[in-house]
């Protein structure tokens, strides 16, 4: 053991962590969720903000933006002719300082020979291509001017060609025309269906110092090479007419003089044809605003890394249909912002994955809906909010304590089944294990001395006191959909206060039946799952008529229930449902409008189903109807602050509970 030293993971996740617990992702989805948002937009919005100590979509576009502005201020897309016309100049002045001293007609006809060069960079190269320097030093320049041009020329096709050619050797530049010719007959054979990967493997094993990305195959080595031609192709489109003419053929004068402008052409064909959805003539140009002069190499670097950026930016908005956190190009990510970020990113990929898995999310349709599972969640937080901001000290009106079912106690037990809620009878199930021979010899050994007897208890041994069952209710919620629900900031709340009350039902009232319906121009059944996916329509008409239609037929299905009925609403009734089946909106409403719906609210009241109306809104024309409903119906009306609808539907529903009538 003295071999072994222990310490800190260092090298990567922790092997032995536990598995992920996204409990904490499911109650932040949640509080989105009930503050009004949909699946989609909670998780989106989950995953802009980060959590568990990793950064978010929203920090990682923070720094694609600030690197984007670091790569626009670091320099001029036309260094390169600067740089060019600079050394030719040079080597002009090197060469006119040489010949100025000489009297002969012969230097008079080379200044002469000087004064007529074109003032077109790329042009007065190739004049001087042939002419004979008479000074050593203007020779050496223009030597390098030449050099200068292959390495960029080449590096704004292949990056980190210039590092290769660093040094003016015969022997270099023939070995990149030969990995030319290679690369060129490569792609020629998997046009053809004859490449392998064996094929590329002896390539990369040749020529692989000429790639410092290090692709693992074709497929990626066509990439890099699109990547960087592309970004050549937008280094042209961002200059000046006059700018891009030169370049271009500066570009096409160096390759030529290079010996590779037959190859060039032949792989930018052959790769047009391996990515035919690129438009490699409709690139658009990039604003620059450093100072800088960048060279060509550089230059088309930057415009590739903002390319990327770019691509990348769109993927992290995620704001596109069906958007996953899969479509981000990990690599991508690694090359804009470090490996740092890559562990943030597969962080909240992690997240989104393990929803899914754990059954939280799901996808129907490329929907993404919360599952019945996260749903219960959100009803189970939704009611631990209301009743946090109950009163404590009223029965019927906080979180009960006790244990037990609904009901009063019958003085009989019985065996407790798998589920029972009801309080253990303790002497009846110590005596069922002692009639079934529970309890050890008493000379047990190693009972410490003094010590009394121990029962040992068995699953059937357990006995339960019984309960006479509470009256069933039938519970229906109306909940008001329309859009001026969203406008005064109300929907979030009764979302929640529905899916409060459908938890509070399931969990405490499993006799009871539960029914949400909402309305607005028309009105429907709300199932809990639908409710957390749920948002408000964008439609005129707030159509209490057929909310009441709908709930008078679920309360006819369940005569032997006592019904309980609750309207939340902050406007009065201004759609009804016409004979065909058709809504009908009318502002101000139709009295026709007015008449419908009071006559399904005398028929609740023939049910003797109670009304009780929680008004969102202070509105005079929604305070007289209301107060119609009550003097007809005999319900109450309450005056609830969007921040109190839980806490007074809930009370509501309780006390109708105790009094009997539920």
Known sequence: MSGYRYGPYHDGPDPLESPYD?????????ESVLGGSDPANA????????????????????RVRERQRELRDSGRLDGILEQARALLDTAIG?????LFPDPADEARLREAELDALPRDTAQAIRRLDGYEWRSAAARETFSKLKDLLRREVLDSQFRGMKQSLERPDPEAMGRVKDMMAALNEMLDADARGTHTQQDFDDFMERYGDLFPDSPRNLDELVDSLVRRMAAAQRLLSSLTDAQRDELAALMAQTLEDAGLAAEMARLAGALQARRPDIDFDGWPGERMTGERPLGLSE???????????????????????????DDIDEEAVRRALGRQAVDDMEALRQIERELERQGYLQRTDGKLELTPKAVRRLGDTALRRVFADLPEGRAGDHDARDAGQAGEYTGSTRPWRFGDEQAIDTPATVRNALLRGGLPPASAAGRPPGSGPRVRLSVSDFEVEETERRTSAAVCLLVDLSYSMALRGTWGVAKQTALALHALVRSRYPQDSIQVIGFSNYARELRETDLAGLGWDMVQGTNLHHALILAGRFLDRRPEHNPVVMVVTDGEPTAHLRRDGQSWFDWPPSPETLELTLAEVDKMTRRRATLNVFMLAEDVRLTAFVEEVARRNGGRVLRAMPENLGEYVVKDFLRSRRNGRG
């Open 22 to 30: 996204v409990r904490g992702a499911v109650d932040e989805l949640g």
């Open 43 to 62: 998780l989106r919005e989950l995953l802009r903000r980060g959590m568990s100590g990793h950064k978010g979509l929203d920090d990682l576009l923070r």
């Open 94 to 98: 090197q060469e006119r300082a040489e």
């Open 299 to 325: 230059a088309t670097t930057a415009l590739a890394d903002l390319a990327d950026l770019a691509e990348l930016e769109d993927a992290l908005r995620q704001d596109y249909p069906g958007a996953r956190l």
